[in-house]
Nanobody, 114 residues
Framework: QVQLVESGGGLVQAGGSLRLSCVVS???????RSWYRQAPGKQRELVAR???????NYADSVKGRFTISRDNAKNTVYLQMNSLKPEDTAIYYC?????????WGQGTQVTVSS
């Protein structure tokens, strides 16, 4: 059984930083890892993705501020978030594509105050 557990969210002032972690347990053959977020009243959106070879892509709104990385030995993917803005406030989810629905974590709340 595959499980994804996120941590690291919290309340931070605008301009601050947070680092999210997602620990993956269970057998999974897919190496792509992604972070999504969902703000109140909005659709879930892709924030960042890292592929098996290490290539990354980001939403335009976070480019230059967020960095996705992974530690394969720890089965963990990270999202370093700098220069946070109030509009970054959302629940952040870790995601692994697999089949039709893929695997989702339970989410971690990030709140950025102005």
């Amino acid at each position: 059984q595959v499980q994804l557990v996120e941590s690291g969210g919290g309340l931070v002032q605008a301009g601050g930083s947070l680092r999210l972690s997602c620990v993956v347990s269970g057998r999974i053959d897919t190496f792509t890892r992604s972070w999504y977020r969902q703000a109140p009243g909005k659709q879930r959106e892709l924030v960042a993705r890292i592929a098996s070879g290490g290539s990354t892509n980001y939403a335009d709104s976070v480019k230059g501020r967020f960095t996705i990385s992974r530690d394969n030995a720890k089965n963990t993917v990270y999202l370093q978030m700098n220069s946070l803005k109030p509009e970054d406030t959302a629940i952040y989810y870790c995601y692994i594509p697999n089949g039709v629905t893929g695997y989702w974590g339970q989410g971690t709340q990030v709140t950025v105050s102005s």
